[in-house]
DNA sequence: CGAATGATATGCT
DNA sequence: GCATATCATTCGC
C-alpha cells in the first residue's frame, strides 16, 4: 500500500481503502481480510472523532503519520481497528467496519464461533477485528513495513459499486456522509440508526 | 477521586 | 426493538 495514497484526508482515504486487503499474522496462524466498509473521522474537527477534543493518550496515533494502526476498546469487550491517514500531525483516520475473509476462513471461524456464517464473520467493527485477530497490542502497529499486520492493495473495486450513506452507531455528527461501503455485499454491516442520533449540521 | 460515556454485539421479549 | 455486558478513558468536582 502506498503511502502517498493514506496521507490524503480521512473522507478521500476511506473509499479507495475498500477492496484493499489487511492482514494479520498471530501465533494461531494467518488471516487476511478484504475490506468492504470503511468509516472516515477527520480528526479535531469531526464531533463524532475521538480526537475531537484533542489529543489524548489513547487517540494519539491517530495524530501521528499516516500508514498505522489505531486501536481502542470500545464498551468494554470489543476492539476497533482504524487505518490513520492524513498529515503527520493532524487527526484523521478510517475506521474498517466490515470485510470479507479470503484466507484462514477456519481460524476465523474459530475466534469468532463455529455456526457463525461466512459473511458475519467480520461484518461489524468489533466483529472485523476478532476475525482478524486484532487487539490492543496492535495499537500504533505500523501497517505498511511487513509487521505482524499489513495492509495491501486488493482487487480494484469499480466505482460505480461504492456507495455513500451516513455513519452508524455514533451519537453526534451521524448524518456526515462519511460511511462507504461496496452495493450489495453481504459482508457488509446493516445500517442502523443510533438511539442516540439527533440532527446536526456538517457535510 | 468518582461518575459518566462510548465509532458495539448479542440475545431475549 | 430494547436491555445488557463490561472497562478504559475522560471530565467534573
Redesign the pocket.
Known amino acids: 500500500m502506498n503511502v502517498d495514497l493514506l496521507s490524503r484526508p480521512a473522507e478521500e482515504v476511506a473509499p479507495r481503502l475498500l477492496g484493499s486487503v489487511l492482514t494479520c499474522e498471530t501465533s494461531e496462524g494467518t488471516v487476511r481480510i478484504a475490506v468492504t466498509e470503511t468509516?472516515a473521522?477527520a480528526g479535531t474537527a469531526d464531533p463524532?472523532?475521538?480526537?475531537y477534543?484533542?489529543r489524548?493518550?489513547?487517540?494519539a496515533v491517530?495524530f501521528g503519520p499516516a500508514g498505522h494502526l489505531?486501536v481502542?476498546?470500545?464498551?468494554?469487550?470489543?476492539w476497533?481497528a482504524?487505518v490513520v491517514t492524513g498529515q503527520d500531525g493532524i487527526a484523521s483516520?478510517v475506521?474498517i467496519r466490515a470485510g470479507r475473509v479470503v484466507e484462514g476462513e477456519d481460524l476465523a471461524r474459530e475466534r469468532?464461533?463455529e455456526r457463525?456464517e461466512s459473511p458475519?464473520l467480520a461484518?461489524?467493527?468489533?466483529?472485523?477485528c476478532q476475525a482478524l485477530g486484532i487487539t490492543g497490542e496492535h495499537n500504533g502497529a505500523n501497517l505498511l513495513t511487513g509487521g505482524p499486520v499489513m495492509l495491501s492493495e486488493g482487487e480494484p473495486v469499480p466505482a460505480a459499486h461504492i456507495r455513500v450513506g451516513p455513519?452508524?452507531?455514533?451519537?453526534?455528527a451521524h448524518d456526515w456522509q462519511h460511511r462507504f461501503y461496496l452495493a450489495g455485499d453481504p459482508t457488509v454491516?446493516a445500517y442502523r440508526l443510533?438511539?442516540?442520533a439527533k440532527p446536526s449540521a456538517g457535510a
Open positions: 468509516e473521522y463524532a472523532s475521538h480526537a477534543r484533542g489524548t493518550p489513547r487517540n491517530m489505531y481502542y476498546r470500545s464498551h468494554g469487550l470489543h476497533c482504524n483516520a475506521l469468532r464461533g457463525v458475519r461484518r461489524g467493527p468489533g466483529n472485523f455513519r452508524v452507531g455514533v451519537s453526534k454491516s443510533s438511539p442516540r
